[in-house]
């Protein structure tokens, strides 16, 4: 059975719906990737903090931003 996206009417990719994401393509998809950040804490020491929420990968990209560290 072929889905199709509800916003479009395009039939969506099988391999999308066994993921779970059958209601619509890739274009009008509201999923967010994920997005990693790294800080160092001294010169050998590092972490990485991975953010799904999209305020919060944005608000951390401002602080790198007026940082100067992008």
Same mark, same amino acid.
Request: glycine share 8%; net charge positive.
């Given at each position: 059975?072929?889905?199709?996206?509800? !916003?479009?009417? *395009? %039939?969506?990719?099988? #391999?999308?719906?066994?993921?779970?994401?059958?209601?619509?393509?890739? /274009?009008?998809?509201?999923?967010?990737?994920? !997005?990693?950040? *790294? %800080?160092?804490?001294? #010169?050998?020491?590092?972490?990485?903090?991975?953010?799904?929420?999209? /305020?919060?990968?944005?608000?951390?990209?401002?602080?790198?931003?007026?940082?100067?560290?992008?």
């Amino acid at each position: 059975m072929m889905n199709y996206c509800k !916003v479009c009417h *395009v %039939a969506v990719p099988q #391999k999308r719906v066994q993921l779970g994401y059958g209601d619509t393509c890739v /274009e009008h998809s509201n999923a967010f990737k994920y !997005v990693g950040f *790294v %800080a160092g804490s001294n #010169k050998s020491d590092y972490e990485i903090s991975i953010v799904r929420d999209k /305020e919060t990968a944005e608000h951390m990209q401002h602080l790198l931003i007026t940082r100067g560290v992008l």
